[in-house]
């Protein structure tokens, strides 16, 4: 069935990179996410890649896609006390708002 | 502009009633999906609706109801509530019919029950 594993905790520290890795199962998959979510909030969207891209940057935020390993991954460029929080890759086929989520990468940063 | 916005923020329920949470749109959005975070997980997808048509529905008994709007907006019901249905429900929404429209969350709304 479908599924998307992530790692369930990370630490760096200020300022270094962060990569946050995720794999997921299902092929026909279209679009890949991640979303951001703090403590007591909702989810908010960070970035997402279409499933025919390698890479996408956007500011700090650089997502690559291994299409044939079915691996995602989320670097954070000069990571700040303010990322600290939970991140979830998320996968879903076209036109259709059905999300598979990961469990979540608690990512925390220390100075 | 407003973003996905639910209420109530918080609730809470005993074993056996009933429950209404509510949710609206971002303006011009015509797709609502409903979600379930139990914790310590990732969310789960419940209900989409699709210009008031149920376009998807996951894993959920049913006990879990929903209805989409005129204006977009939408209520999910939960009946005979269960301590397990204790979670953050998420609604979401997007363009849907637009070949590049992600999927934006709501605050949720945190049900307890006791």
């Known amino acids: 069935g479908e599924d998307v594993e992530q790692s369930l905790f990370l630490s760096v520290r200020e300022g270094d990179s962060s990569v946050i890795n995720c794999t997921y199962t299902?092929?026909?998959?279209?679009?890949l996410y991640w979303y951001k979510q703090e403590p007591g909030a909702g989810l908010q969207l960070l970035t997402y890649i279409f499933s025919n891209m390698d890479m996408k940057q956007d500011q700090r935020l650089t997502v690559l896609l291994n299409k044939k390993d079915k691996h995602l991954s989320l670097r954070i460029a000069d990571t700040q006390t303010g990322d600290s929080a939970i991140y979830f890759c998320a996968e879903g086929p076209y036109n259709t708002d059905k999300l598979i989520f990961g469990t979540g990468t608690r990512l925390q940063v220390f100075p | 502009d407003a973003g996905v916005t639910q209420s109530p923020t918080h609730l809470i329920k005993t074993r056996g009633q009933h429950v209404t949470l509510r949710c609206s749109p971002i303006?011009?959005?015509?797709?609502v999906s409903w979600y379930q975070q139990v914790l310590g997980q990732g969310p789960q997808f419940i209900f989409q609706y699709y210009e008031k048509e149920e376009r998807g529905r996951g894993n959920f008994p049913d006990r879990f109801s929903a209805r989409q709007f005129p204006n977009y907006s939408s209520e999910l019901n939960v009946n005979a509530l269960l301590l397990g249905d204790s979670a953050l429900y998420l609604c979401?929404?997007?363009?849907?019919?637009?070949?590049?429209?992600?999927?934006?969350f709501g605050n949720g709304t945190r049900l307890t029950v006791t």
């Open positions: 303006s011009g959005h015509k797709s």
């Open positions: 299902d092929s026909s998959s279209t679009y």
């Open positions: 979401a929404s997007s363009l849907e019919e637009v070949s590049d429209s992600p999927l934006h």
